[in-house]
């Protein structure tokens, strides 16, 4: 190693040290090796502090508003409600804290339409001890916006989003409903209408009793919760969540889950698809026309309506069991039936056991 690489690493270290000495004594007398960085400048963690501080509110009380048909409600991260009214008028109120340089919510009807938007613009970067960290709108208070409905009113279309906030809804009747909800759940009860839309990134959906021509749910990271519903077509994905359907009819059900099991109760379905990667399938009170199984890691477990003739089957797995009433077959075996029935049940379960039980 020559001379010069030495004093220049002995040079470098000293400094190191140097910086850290000085770093602790800051810090111990009250200092802070941080900055705040967003698109208005540079601050301190005082002014930071200040700024993060909620000031005023944005606020209106519960009042009556023009009536409307159609719902259009944007919010960064607060909850949406939408309830029944209890006369015949239609009323809204709303609470958002802001912060200094928060702008104030628009709100406004026009020609029936109902449109309400707030987005928190406050993206920046945090500089500390060399640490570099993102950090999009931190400790927020949730605010609320809520909208009361007249029982019966049938609305054309509805869309509600929220990044980080609750979306709920009751006896909301409205041809097309689309709800997105980043990370926030979302519950709705007694919903009807021709097209549903639900999208979750984070958060869980709960439905229950109603109708829908067409049902599309996505949801990445939470738990599903379908009750009561009837629909033409119902469409599930989920990533990472469990799926739980009771009372449900369809004439044709996709439901496809990622890591997470799926349990149903009193199902019926002309057509029903399942396809898993990692999770159990269980239903029960099961009356299915077409159903299609595919689990890569889990077990399949059918309880049918119909007596096991009622049935053509077509059962694959390859390190489990498979079992069909009395009848049961070991691992890597398959199982193929052709009973000349009008329903049939094809499984395949790759590391799992499939069992069907008849009546």
Known sequence: MSKLVRRTLIT???CIVLGLVLLTAGRAF??????????DGIYTLSDRMRMQEYTRTAEMEKQVVDSFDQISIQVSDSNV?????????????????????DQEPVFKITDGALTFSHQYSNYSFNYSMGIMLSDYGQEFHKGFIRLYIPKNTQLKTTTLSS????????????DNLSITAKYGSIVLEQAEGKSLSLKSSDGDISYTDGHFDTVILDNKYGDTNLSGLTAETINIKSSDGDILINDIQSGKMDITNKYGDITGNNIKADTF???QS???????????KEGSFRNTYGTIELFLIGKEQDYNYNLRTKYGNII??????EEDENYAMDNRAENRIEAEAKDGSIRITTK
């Not at 009250?30 to 698109?39: A, C, D, L, V």
């Not at 409600?81 to 340089?101: C, F, G, T, V």
């Not at 906030?165 to 006896?171: F, M, S, V």
């Not at 990692?278 to 299915?288: A, H, K, L, P, W």
């Open 273 to 275: 698809l399942e396809k």
């Open 163 to 174: 990044s980080d906030g609750e979306i709920t809804a009751q006896n909301l009747l409205s």
């Open 81 to 101: 409600q939408i309830l029944p009214s209890e006369d015949d008028n239609y009323y809204a109120e709303y609470q958002i804290p802001l912060r200094e340089k």
């Open 12 to 14: 470098a270290g000293f």
């Open 278 to 288: 990692d999770g159990s399938c269980t239903i029960t009170d099961f009356d299915v």
């Open 30 to 39: 009250g200092g802070r090796p941080e900055f705040y960085i967003n698109s």
């Open 324 to 329: 069909l009433n009395s009848l049961s077959f």
